[in-house]
């Protein structure tokens, strides 16, 4: 059967003998022909239009419900640490903006942005998982860390280690055992700035400071002061050199987290700060009518005038701690609770009160005046302890302040000097004080000797019948929403 090619494209066939008849071919032959026919006479440049792809998922709601027998999943929808909701039973309601479809797609960070490393699954996770607004209290991350490790490997890899660390923690509840992408990417970042400062290379460096803030801030976590407070002098002597600690306001990121791992470790030391408050950090306290109509307080500050007349500038920070409690009261009730989902209210309120106690001088407990000046300093730390903790800052350890206030207790009352509480007027600051202590110790070495405190404070106040503490406490400074549970877990008798 042999065929011709013509210029135009056509292939004309000559068949020799009797035609196929088979009605089974023809059907075929004529439809091929009539699909040619059609397809020539089509316009050109005619798009046949198709259905849009769709793709419905729906994933059942019991794969986004936590399991309640299991670990806390890092993207469950919560405020850490929030003594309010924290005894709830899980309300599906409250997931419904919850859906598996929020992991599809680009994710929820720029796929176009050129990170400073090769990255994995892994880590793509991590700064995924950094941006979702359902991965527990992680701001900080967000804004600050990730602003300081896209510029820099070593810092990049810190990044990623603090945020592997952190994930996990939510997850076990376990903040000393590290998974091995923290450890992995804290050995790169911790051999790329040791070659730095071998070299002389690039030293004084955002990214190189960054890094090891980020090293600091693992060894405060993990509980290794020692390691923390070399590379604190470290960073002291890298600033130095840099041009002191103004140099770094050009990069306010990084003053702000210098200051936060710098408070951290010295609030768990219970000694004085490294560096001072970056300004742009701070918020000025406006005046409240309740701090000025507060009984109590007007009562101390009337009193410490007198007492004590060389620590006035500790009163003044009563003062303000108890605006800040003043309008934390108020904005509770306003948000309705959510105000714990914003840690970085700490960063901007309560650090910078923590800072001013931390940083006044030492006291000579010897005197009247300074053991009450003293008491009065620890006992306002685990206030502000308190609220760090409800806020969701971890780690949260009082044991030094704890420890150091029963010593100051111990001393007094079997020392020569047996001036009363009462008898200056102030039984009820004590009894304020060692029930703080009591609430705090929770858990403690301490807890029974200042539950024994607190009874004993409790009966020796002036007043003829018993005073109830919870509402003493918030005649002065006491935060229904956080302190009242905490209170009523350790089942005092009344």
Known sequence: M??????DGLLFVTQVGEPNRDPAT???VKRFVMQQIGRNKRKKGLQRRQSAL???LDAPLSLLMPNSA???SAHSHMPLLSPEESNHEFDPQSYDDIRITDKLGGGRFDPFVKFPIDMNSHARELIDTMFDTHSGSATALRESWFAIGIIDVASFHQLLAGAASYYRFLRTGNAEVESQDAIAH????????????THDHAVTSDGTIGAIIGFACYYNR???FEKWLSHLAGLKEIVRLRGGIDSLNS???LRFLLNCIDLSGSYTLDIAPNFPIAPAVLRQLSDSSYAIDCSRLQDLNDTWRFIAPTHTTLMDIINDISIENAHLKADIMQARGRIWRDPMRVFHYINPLLHRLLSLPPMDSATPSSFLAEALRLAAILYLASLRHTFGIYPNRVSNQLYKLRKLYERWNNGSNQARWDEV????LNFWIVGFAAILSHHEANHEYFVEQFYIARGSMSTGSRVNFEILADEFLWIPDVHDDLLRALELVD
């Not at 804290?186 to 400062?197: F, G, P, Y």
């Open 425 to 428: 007027g102030l039984d009820w």
């Open 26 to 28: 023809r059907r075929l």
């Open 54 to 56: 769709q793709c419905i």
């Open 70 to 72: 299991g670990p806390i």
């Open 222 to 224: 993990v509980g290794d």
């Open 186 to 197: 804290h050995a790169n970042s911790l051999s790329l700035v040791n070659d730095r400062i």
């Open 251 to 253: 990069n306010q990121h």
């Open 2 to 7: 042999p065929s011709v090619m013509l210029d």
